[in-house]
């Protein structure tokens, strides 16, 4: 039951992310670029209704994504999770009352498969205890020092570059943001209002809101086709390192079940940019 719930839940979350995704994609593009980076940004965008419709399928997305994760591991959740572009086309060629394309169809099969593939063969570890603070050092330093080195170079690069290089702050955040919210689960699953004595839910809400502005700022910059490929493939790499690192997670142990998901992997990440690079998303 609890890989069930799991499972629909992850995918009830890409599904709300995607669409979400697309319409604050809409609205972030007309925003004024010096409010990059900067909570005016948020402030701006909040008077625009497409928006905050946006947003609510974006806080829809992460309660989904919270019951997943009280429910099964990074490994598992963060693959489906990943696959709001498979919703995000769809929503898009309906809006914009166009076909998909061979190409198109091509890259939904590659992804779905491939992330089919990469979950077959993984091992789904038992509940293990929640990690100490020391234990999310490594981890905290890592995507501290990428956005504090990367983001001073969008600043200064071309706006598709510029959106490449927050996409790819915004990614590393929000897979440490999965971690947070996958750690503040387990404590509110087993300890109640007790979590909130612990540093957990108050991180989340900081690397919640970093994520978002790195993330609204990437989709102002340019078109999803740069965006939401390089945030939905480096968003699960990172949530699946921290999950090894810090959970104590693991992929698959033996050679043949490993090249299996490896090639699972890759099938779904080619899939991802065949999406990326749809006519649909180059808006």
Not at 118 to 129: D, G, I, K
Request: hydrophobic content about 55%; some cysteine.
């Amino acid at each position: 039951m609890n890989i069930l719930v799991a499972v629909s839940s992850a995918l009830l979350s890409a599904v709300c992310f995607g669409i979400g995704s697309v319409m604050q994609h809409e609205a972030a593009r007309r925003a004024a670029m010096w409010k990059s980076l900067r909570l005016q940004l948020l402030f701006d965008l909040a008077r625009r209704p497409g928006w905050l419709a946006g947003i609510g399928l974006s806080v829809c997305s992460f309660a989904f994504l919270g019951l997943a994760l009280a429910h099964g591991p990074l490994a598992l959740v963060l693959p489906l999770a990943a696959t709001d572009l498979l919703f995000a086309l769809p929503f898009l060629a309906s809006r914009q009352r166009e076909p998909l394309t061979g190409s198109e169809k091509t890259g939904i099969i590659c992804t779905a498969g491939g992330v089919a593939v990469f979950l077959t063969v993984l091992p789904l570890a038992p509940r293990t205890s929640l990690p100490a603070v020391h234990d999310w050092v490594p981890a905290l330093a890592v995507v501290v020092g990428v956005v504090a080195l990367l983001v001073p170079v969008g600043v200064s690069s071309p706006p598709r570059l510029r959106t490449a290089v927050y996409a790819v702050c915004a990614a590393v955040t929000l897979a440490l943001f999965d971690s947070l919210t996958k750690s503040t689960a387990g404590r509110f699953r087993t300890e109640s209002l007790e979590a909130l004595l612990h540093w957990e839910p108050y991180a989340l809400i900081a690397v919640g809101v970093t994520g978002l502005v790195l993330s609204q700022s990437a989709f102002q910059s340019g078109s999803l086709a740069v965006s939401l490929p390089v945030i939905d493939t480096l968003e699960p790499i990172g949530a699946v390192a921290i999950g090894l690192a810090v959970f104590d997670e693991q992929l698959a142990v033996t050679g043949w079940t490993l090249t299996v998901q490896m090639l699972g992997a890759a099938t779904a990440v080619t899939g991802i940019v065949l999406l990326g690079r749809s006519p649909l998303a180059t808006a």
